[in-house]
T-cell receptor, first 112, second 111 residues
Framework: NAGVTQTPKFQVLKTGQSMTLQCAQDMNHEYMSWYRQDPGMGLRLIHYSVGAGITDQGEVPNGYNVSRSTTEDFPLRLLSAAPSQTSVYFC???????????FGPGTRLTVL | SQKIEQNSEALNIQEGKTATLTCNYTNYSPAYLQWYRQDPGRGPVFLLLIRENEKEKRKERLKVTFDTTLKQSLFHITASQPADSATYLCALEGGYNKLIFGAGTRLAVHP
């Protein structure tokens, strides 16, 4: 099993550009989440999904869109990048009521 | 809203000693609390979960306690090794498998 994979590993954008961060898992997990991690702060939940076709907002959803058309994939879209979105982004997946979340390796995004 | 506090200062200890990390929360008691390890440039890795009706959980050299009266969890690593050096994150259940994370405490174990 590859676990949770994320692409790209690094990305530099200019303000106003759009892009999609990819996340895939091969563990048949129903739950998937996107977090951002900033220096000195805990991981903050952006969006999450409890199954294909179902998504909901987390703590910091503004400026991001998600969709979940399959169990395996959960892409995160930045519609118009802003410098405040410079961060490290982590995708995670788990079974419902699971003991643990499995995290991907992260995408380091810089917005100039 | 729920707030989680972990020591922002790094914890430096000598190899072989016990490291103790603290996680305090402010509001409702969560159904469970988790601890993760994060190495630089990597995603968090799950270590232990403790539920609200459990006082203590152990796994090899790791021990977690959960005091719902004090609203605190303690994370212990006994016989610490330099390989234990990492940032340790506390996370509380926030419903629907959502987790609320603390900022983490960096542990440095010196030979």
């Amino acid at each position: 099993n590859a676990g949770v994979t994320q692409t790209p590993k690094f990305q530099v954008l200019k303000t106003g550009q759009s892009m999609t961060l990819q996340c895939a898992q091969d563990m048949n997990h129903e739950y998937m989440s996107w977090y951002r991690q900033d220096p000195g702060m805990g991981l903050r939940l952006i969006h999450y999904s409890v199954g294909a076709g179902i998504t909901d907002q987390g703590e910091v959803p503004n400026g991001y869109n998600v969709s979940r058309s399959t169990t395996e994939d959960f892409p995160l879209r930045l519609l118009s990048a802003a410098p405040s979105q410079t961060s490290v982004y982590f995708c995670a997946s788990s079974y419902p009521e699971a003991d643990e979340q499995f995290f991907g390796p992260g995408t380091r995004l810089t917005v100039l | 809203s729920q707030k989680i506090e972990q020591n922002s200062e790094a914890l430096n200890i000598q190899e072989g000693k016990t490291a103790t990390l603290t996680c305090n929360y402010t509001n409702y008691s969560p159904a469970y609390l988790q601890w993760y390890r994060q190495d630089p440039g990597r995603g968090p890795v799950f270590l232990l979960l403790i539920r609200e009706n459990e006082k203590e959980k152990r796994k090899e050299r790791l021990k977690v306690t959960f005091d719902t009266t004090l609203k605190q969890s303690l994370f212990h690593i006994t016989a610490s090794q330099p390989a234990d050096s990492a940032t340790y994150l506390c996370a509380l259940e926030g419903g629907y498998n959502k987790l609320i994370f603390g900022a983490g405490t960096r542990l440095a174990v010196h030979p």
